[in-house]
């Protein structure tokens, strides 16, 4: 799954690191939450969201928008970040596209996000399945709008233009993390192949997105140079947030980021021309996410804030 594993079921008594006062959260609340919340256990949907217990959930359905995840919970591969299973999945369900579209207009969602396990094993990729998602959650749901955090289908580009003939509002493909750590992280994956994903998004004519994850032994170097490398390749936006390790299986937080140092990234992403960063410790690759389908709006924002703090 291409989603930053939002709460650690590590305990901090067995971490080396204790999370520091700016990761704790709020549970969530509100009208529309518990309006959400509702429709969730009513219909048994299934959300990024709610099983991953997003600390942002409350938020996110306070706002209107859901993360969704499609292809199954098993995935062909074994990041070193990631909490999802690694196995042999389940056939795929030529159902599903009609099922998530009918979710989220049962939830009344104004934007939605939906995501995958990587389905190496599919002569298509999954690709297939993605298209027909996208095309049904549309036609169903003509006002919501829609972001796609992909896989990167082994580079294969007849399946991207699969994304791309589908027409979401964003397609998201995250690099997770630097050029030096993928091979660790990322362990089949492959950060050009990544950032020639993107670039093909770009050149379809996609608004392009990307996440980038700190805390795993990066250096700040090389976090520029990685906003540098999303900004050649033609991304318009990027998350960066903080990564939490998701069990004592999985690659431990080398340090917890303090928020003045993603507030130092954030400057420098828009200073090399990103149209719009999102960075602090909660961010995920969905935070915000309905703004991110506004050109301009981030870089806008930032702008303001700036003046405000001149005057």
């Known amino acids: 799954m291409h989603e930053l594993p939002v709460v650690s079921a590590v305990k901090e008594s067995e971490s080396k690191i204790k999370k520091p006062s700016w990761l704790r959260v709020k549970l969530p609340t509100g009208e529309n939450y518990k309006h959400?919340?509702?429709l969730v256990d009513t219909h048994k949907l299934h959300t990024i969201c709610e099983s991953g217990?997003?600390?942002n959930m409350g938020e996110c359905w306070g706002a209107g928008t859901a993360t969704f995840m499609i292809l199954g919970n098993v995935c062909t591969r074994s990041c070193g970040f990631c909490?999802?299973?690694t196995g042999r999945p389940e056939p795929v369900d030529w159902d599903e596209p009609q099922r998530v579209a009918e979710a989220i207009y049962l939830?009344?969602?104004k934007h939605a996000v939906i995501t995958s396990v990587d389905r190496d094993e599919?002569?298509?990729?999954?690709s297939t399945i993605w298209h027909?998602?996208?095309?049904?959650v549309?036609?169903?749901?003509p006002d919501t709008t829609l972001e796609t955090l992909i896989p990167d289908f082994k580079g294969y580009k007849d399946q991207i233009q699969a994304i791309i003939d589908a027409a979401p509002e964003v397609v998201s493909h995250n690099i997770e993390t630097v050029e030096r750590l993928t091979k660790r992280v990322r362990i089949q994956a492959k950060y050009w192949r990544s950032m020639e994903v993107l670039r093909t998004l770009k050149e379809g004519g996609m608004r392009v997105k990307s996440g980038i994850m700190l805390g795993l032994g990066e250096k700040k170097e090389e976090v520029i140079r990685t906003l540098e490398d999303l900004r050649d390749n033609g991304v318009d936006v990027v998350t960066i947030g903080q990564y939490l390790q998701p069990t004592k299986k999985h690659l431990p937080v080398d340090r917890f980021v303090h928020p003045d140092e993603f507030a130092e990234y954030?400057?420098?992403?828009y200073n090399l021309g990103i149209d719009y960063v999102e960075s602090g410790p909660l961010v995920r690759s969905s935070y915000h996410s309905e703004k991110h389908v506004i050109p301009g709006y981030g870089k806008a924002a930032w702008e303001q804030e700036k003046l405000n703090m001149v005057l």
Do not use: H, Q, S, Y
Request: glycine share 14%; hydrophobic share 40%; proline share 3%.
């Open 53 to 55: 217990n997003c600390p």
């Open 122 to 126: 599919l002569k298509d990729g999954g």
């Open 132 to 136: 027909n998602t996208i095309k049904a």
């Open 36 to 38: 959400v919340r509702g």
């Open 107 to 109: 939830m009344k969602v």
């Open 138 to 141: 549309k036609l169903l749901n």
């Open 266 to 269: 954030r400057e420098a992403g």
């Open 83 to 85: 909490a999802v299973a």
